[in-house]
């Protein structure tokens, strides 16, 4: 097992739908996680950190679950401007998953 | 303010020469990061810098791959006889110095393109 792992995708989903997506790890000593967004040909961008159950920013939510070890990003009333790559992070460990990207349509 | 910058933005050697990639990071931030990102794929740790020294550089392929940063700042990733296969997006990160490595966030550079043919 990787010790990231995402799911695979791609997500397509309408504007306006709500999304979720998982991110497992295996080091369950881990005390922060990180969700970055890339865009195309571009460089990772810090999207959200999460040091306990979760956090929530507008229509973002990331929520961490510790006993199954997985942390998921779930964006609700999603925007064209969403589509891009989701990468999770596992902080303490220079580890990334592999992405998911999401694409949403008109 | 500014943030991490990285040169060249695009690089094209041919086999077997060597290149020399170069990160400015955030003022005031100790740690320094590098990764590798090919298609399709989430970025690849190579090394990681704690001030001026090397803290792990256990993802660094093989020995053709160096990283310096000798005075803290600017750090400059060296690969030697470089092979097709090291065509790769070359990512610089930079954070605040935390207790241990990953433990905050990480601002990244553009990256280097960096094609061997």
């Known amino acids: 097992r990787k010790e990231v792992e995402q799911d695979p995708g791609p997500f397509n989903v309408p504007e306006g739908a709500t999304v979720a997506f998982n991110c497992t790890y295996s080091n369950s000593a881990s005390q922060s996680f990180f969700w970055y967004r890339q865009d195309c040909r571009k460089e990772p961008k810090l999207l959200m950190s999460v040091y306990s159950s979760g956090n929530e920013d507008g229509r973002f939510t990331a929520q961490l679950n510790r006993a199954s070890q997985y942390i998921s990003l779930l964006i609700r009333d999603s925007k064209l401007s969403d589509s891009a790559t989701y990468l999770c992070?596992?902080?303490?460990?220079?580890?990334f998953g592999q992405g998911t990207e999401l694409s949403v349509k008109p | 303010g500014a943030g991490v910058s990285q040169t060249p933005s695009n690089k094209v050697t041919e086999k077997g020469k060597y290149v020399e990639l170069r990160c400015d990071p955030i003022?005031?931030?100790?740690?320094l990061y590098w990764y590798r990102q090919s298609l399709g794929q989430g970025p690849e740790f190579l090394i990681y810098f704690q001030g001026t020294g090397a803290a792990d550089d256990s993802g660094l392929p093989n020995d053709r791959f160096f990283a310096v940063r000798p005075e803290g700042s600017v750090s400059t990733l060296k690969i030697q006889r470089t092979e097709r296969g090291d065509s790769a997006v070359y990512l610089c990160?930079?954070?605040?110095?935390?207790?241990?490595?990953?433990?905050?966030?990480?601002?990244f550079g553009p990256g280097t393109r960096l094609t061997v043919t």
């Open positions: 003022s005031g931030h100790t740690a």
């Open positions: 990160a930079s954070s605040l110095s935390a207790r241990g490595a990953g433990a905050y966030e990480q601002y």
């Open positions: 992070n596992q902080g303490g460990k220079l580890i």
